[in-house]
């Protein structure tokens, strides 16, 4: 079963649009932890954020903003005023510790694509 | 600068050739992991390292094989055995095992079948 959905393959948006990406995801643990990753055309993976499940408070930094929904289950990433540069594929990924126990799994969703155009 | 090293940044095997990737880190972290990039997909954990001499099959580490001889390094081979090679590998580390701690990526291998 997928854990971890961005529903949202491809977004293309034109600059200074606001723009939200999407994450859902599944867990039996009550305590996990969900990060948000860019990916720019460069290749490496760049972290943005880390969410604790205790804590509900939205999160902005910059024109970046999550807004993490317990009830829900969902962690929406929200782009302000966006800019050419942000262009990348975004990864949203959950980090649980498995039934059987030991190392911690961080697992990605398949990523959204996000194309600001000038 | 502190940060992970991959090489090379593009790679081509031949049929029945074991080429190997290399991952070095210089952030003192213990935990290492090696993911593979599909096109259109997320990453999947190939393998990974808690600590030195140590390490643990990840969900797709058939056709792979790993070693952690020292704290910095974490080469992967890809072995003959796997079939379908072409893709993205990207090796990571965290400062440790630990559910909290956000992994850092190096800027990957793009491996292609001659």
């Known amino acids: 079963a997928q854990k971890v959905t961005q529903a949202q393959t491809e977004i293309s948006v034109v600059e200074k649009e606001d723009v939200t990406l999407d994450c859902v995801y599944e867990?039996?643990?009550?305590?996990?932890?969900l990060f948000w990753y860019k990916q720019p055309p460069s290749g490496e993976l760049v972290f943005l954020i880390r969410?604790?499940?205790?804590?509900?408070q939205n999160e902005i930094s910059g024109r970046y903003s999550w807004n993490f929904q317990k009830s829900t289950s969902s962690f929406n990433f929200t782009i302000t005023a966006s800019q050419v540069v942000d262009s990348a594929v975004y990864f949203c990924?959950?980090?649980?510790?498995?039934?059987?126990?030991?190392?911690?799994?961080?697992?990605f969703g398949a990523g959204t694509r996000l194309a600001v155009h000038p | 600068d502190g940060g992970i090293t991959q090489s090379p940044k593009y790679l081509f095997r031949k049929e029945g050739q074991n080429v190997t990737l290399s991952c070095e880190q210089n952030?003192?972290?213990?935990?290492m992991y090696w993911y593979r990039q599909d096109p259109g997909q997320g990453l999947r954990l190939i393998y990974y390292?808690?600590?030195?001499?140590?390490?643990q099959k990840g969900d797709i580490a058939e056709g792979y094989s790993v070693s952690r001889e020292k704290k910095e390094s974490f080469p992967l081979t890809v072995t003959s055995a796997q079939k379908n090679p072409t893709a993205f590998y990207l090796c990571?580390?965290?400062?440790?095992?630990?559910?909290?701690?956000?992994?850092?990526f190096g800027d990957g291998t793009r491996l292609s079948i001659l």
């Open positions: 990571a580390s965290s400062m440790t095992g630990g559910r909290s701690q956000p992994q850092h």
């Open positions: 867990t039996r643990d009550t305590t996990y932890y």
């Open positions: 969410r604790n499940s205790f804590d509900e």
């Open positions: 990924a959950l980090s649980e510790v498995p039934p059987s126990g030991g190392y911690n799994k961080l697992i």
């Open positions: 952030l003192n972290h213990d935990a």
């Open positions: 390292s808690q600590i030195v001499n140590d390490f």
